[in-house]
């Protein structure tokens, strides 16, 4: 047996997929330089997909939050279409987790605050960069950062009104255990009636 090929049996699974993912969450901390780091899979209303990573900054009963410009491509489709996908691949472990659900804005002033902890490149960046429009070259960029630095010289950075933060509220979960006999461990987390059913899915 490898270091991947570990068996996942329903008896060492939570019956909380929150629980679930905090465990194994703190596992991938330990392995992954990373862990944070997910695939968010979002789409136009009339199904064209699109997939990007993004950083996971808070989880909990809410769901799972990460931060945008809500004028990027994601932002315009979530607004447009609020159903999207989650995957976390953690390589060393041999492990990936899905969550499907909708999204929602955070507040206002939940997204104050993460961006007041942001590194003060990052706040900045945030009001240079108009995400995922056409940039004439890297200089143009570099040039509206250097006017933004002199401007705000001394000054806290505030928040970027289109800067957001964005809340996947889990409908379905699934944790997957790699097997080197690719005929790997699944089970999917499932609300049924406000409880969580949990099944094994065919690798």
């Known amino acids: 047996m490898t270091e991947h090929d570990r068996p996942l049996r329903r008896a060492d699974l939570d019956g909380d997929p929150l629980v679930q993912f905090h465990r194994w969450f703190e596992d991938a901390a330990a392995a992954v330089r990373m862990p944070e780091a997910g695939a968010v899979a979002t789409a136009t209303p009339d199904g064209v997909p699109s997939v990007r ?33 989650l995957l976390f691949y953690w390589d060393p472990l041999g492990r990936q987790v899905r969550v499907e659900g909708r999204t929602e804005r955070v507040p206002d002033a939940e997204a104050d605050e993460y961006f007041a ?61 790699h097997r080197d006999s690719r005929l ?17 899915l065919a690798p």
């Open 184 to 200: 790997h461990d699944r089970f999917r987390y499932r609300l049924d009636a406000g409880r969580w059913i949990v099944e094994r």
């Open 117 to 177: 902890g942001r590194p003060r490149a990052a706040q900045v960046g945030a009001h240079a960069s108009r995400q995922s429009e056409v940039l004439p070259g890297r200089a143009t960029l570099e040039a509206r950062i250097a006017e933004l630095e002199a401007e705000l010289d001394g000054r806290e950075v505030p928040r970027p009104e289109g800067w957001v933060g964005y809340r996947l509220v889990p409908e379905a979960w699934e944790f997957w255990q």
């Open 53 to 85: 990573m993004v950083l996971l900054k808070q989880f909990d009963e809410g769901g799972i939050v990460f931060h945008t410009h809500a004028t990027s491509r994601k932002g315009r489709e979530l607004e447009a279409n609020p159903r999207a996908a």
